[in-house]
């Protein structure tokens, strides 16, 4: 199925400007405007930001004395797809 995601606010890494992004399975296979004939489904994101791949640098794995992913869902809430872990300072009092 291939989604249109339109009208939005896409962020990059250097740049925000408006545009439509089209998503072909699970790649985004082009950002741009007159996408519409290509799509099975339009996704209307007026007044919205489209970010695609964000990251979530501040997540506190150690606290849970864990190694990881199983203690937090944050890739599967809303298209984080980098996490980074919080150092745990150590106590100097």
Same mark, same amino acid.
């Given at each position: ?20 992004? +089209? ?6 296979? !082009?950002?741009?405007? *007159?996408?519409?004939?290509?799509? &099975?489904? #339009? %996704? ?22 864990? +190694? ?6 944050? !890739?599967?809430?809303? *298209?984080?797809?980098?996490?980074? &872990?919080? #150092? %745990? ?5």
């Amino acid at each position: 199925m291939n989604i249109l995601i339109k009208n939005g606010t896409i962020v990059t890494s250097v740049n925000e400007y408006k545009a439509d992004v +089209l998503i072909e399975g699970e790649k985004i296979v !082009a950002i741009g405007t *007159g996408l519409e004939g290509r799509a &099975d489904q #339009v %996704v209307d994101a007026s007044g919205k930001y489209v970010i695609p791949g964000g990251v979530d640098e501040h997540l506190h794995y150690n606290s849970f004395n864990s +190694l990881g992913y199983e203690t937090s869902d944050a !890739a599967a809430a809303g *298209g984080t797809t980098t996490v980074g &872990d919080f #150092v %745990v300072q150590p106590n100097t009092t």
